[in-house]
């Protein structure tokens, strides 16, 4: 939702802001602007749509040379995504530039007063009033810092902002409130960024900017921090305020495409390495588990009598599995919910209530405050996030780091995998903890989880027949997922992943619900993807899938059934077969996902569709 990029040090502030907005662009893609300080005034410039109409505009249109300098790439909320609308916004001397991500809540009633004070405000967004406010204050203090502060105080909402002042050139300043905001320190440079792949390429010394605090980056010989520029945070009434340095612990190639034709493509292919690299240093030589990152005591672990998890989109699928895994081996009665339902139904929580969020940005406003509700109840909370210090494992009592790197395409997959990774780790962990399972038992598991990266590699060997079948579906309207018990979560994702890249009507159903009602919309060469679970698991769950195979197969539908290699009973009614590694039962999903992933790439793909920034999306939702 929006990605901020601000820069201070003796590069061209132009060259390092876009560049850092191309690594940005995932965040939004509606509109793109920056501004300069230079020759003691400020230059701005802003386009609708990609980031790439923004770069026309600036060959067109040179912008002065300048060592300070900020920029945005939009994911429109208050206003549409037109040229007026796109960050960054002025005051009405050209003096102030400020960019944000986030809401501010209370705008109208803000911009209202500005009206009455004479101020002429040009676009529809939330935005602007920040710009008028800042030129105010700092006509007063002089101070864009204290600006900042005194303006940040008045605002009610979720609030990235970062802003310069013509009188300030070789500031940069930038305030957080339940929205996220990282500096980068270079040699003689500072980078403020809503995350850190927009500066990576030139540092990777970070700090992480703690809730409710205003960070003021300034060139001087004299300052500390990087050498010839000064950080200096406070809270916003100017208190010294803490932050955190850390060392990012991956370099750019991470965040480049590397040859592939889509950040999707490169990230599904990483799926192998994020999976084994998820599991190093979780199992002890004896085949334990030792989950060090989780700081809630065994004690309290040994009193929880109910588990809930909360997250949003692919991530909930991964909750869907993981209530599975953690009833059938902990005996914990477990929930999983809509983060953005959760806090709406006054769900039962207290101390012996464990939640586990899961959120690979760390920064999806809907589990953010799902999970300060259940804090505020008494529940323990713990983050299964892949983003080092973002807000969500901030805020919990204990985090479990997926280690998927990042995860740049806006349609999730290897954080999906992760993710299930980490929570079959919770669900054994509380298990191993509880004496829910034997020794024997877990380590039984966790044989099985390492050789899951090796199974999602032959997935990956033999996918060019899944190619082949979305090519040819390319012109089809509808595609149903069917599967049960932990393929319906699979069906779920498969469906979200079409709809989102493929732009068609996909629906993912539990396969025994089919007759009470959706059958009926099988028809005539209607694709329908089944997901088989193993016939070596629970041979009933096995042959009430094949039913459901042959009774849509008899309506007319053209079926596509993901099974197990040596699954044979399936062969007779799959007008297309894809065979997955045999896998137990809990842990499928994470091969028969990947499949689902490769095909709805490349029906994607097929019609002509951008795979990693599909219309209307952005990757991380800091919005509720
Ligand atoms: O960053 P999060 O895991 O909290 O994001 C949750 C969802 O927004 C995300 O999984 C979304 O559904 C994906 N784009 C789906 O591919």
Redesign the pocket.
Known sequence: MCGIVGYVGGQSALDVVVAGLKRLEYRGYDSAGVAVLADGGLAAAKKAGKLVNLEKELVGRPLPAGATGIGHTRWATHGGPTDTNAHPHLDNAGRVAVVHNGIIENFAELRAELAERGHELVSETDTEVVAHLLAESFSSCGDLAESMRLVCRRLDGAFTLVAVHADEPDVVVGARRNSPLVVGLGEGEAFLASDVAAFIAYTRSAIELGQDQVVELRRDAEGGGAAGVSVAVTDFHGAPGEARSYHIDWDSSAAEKGGYDYFMLKEIAEQPKAVADTLLGRIDPAGSLTLDEVRIPDSVLREIDKIVVI??????HAGMIAKLAIEHWTRIPCETELASEFRYRDPILDARTLVIA???????MD?LMALRHAREQGAKVLAVC?TNGST?PRESDAVLYTHAGPEVA????K??LT?LIACYLVALYLAQVRGSKWGDEVRDVVRELSAVADRVERVLETMEPVRELARSLADKNTVLFLGRHVGYPVALEGA??LK?LAYMHAEGFAAGELKHGPIALIEKDLPVVVVVPSPRGRSVLHDKIVSNIQEIRARGARTIVIAEEGDEAVVPYADHLIRIPATPTLLQPLVSTVPLQVFACELATARGNEVDQPRN?A???TVE
Do not use: H, M, W, Y
Request: charged share 15%; proline share 0%.
């Open positions: 997250a949003c989109g692919t991530a909930f899961i959120s690979q940005s760390g920064e999806t589990t892949n969500i806006v349609a999730s997959t954080a999906f993710q979200l992943k989102e999306l990757k991380s939702v």
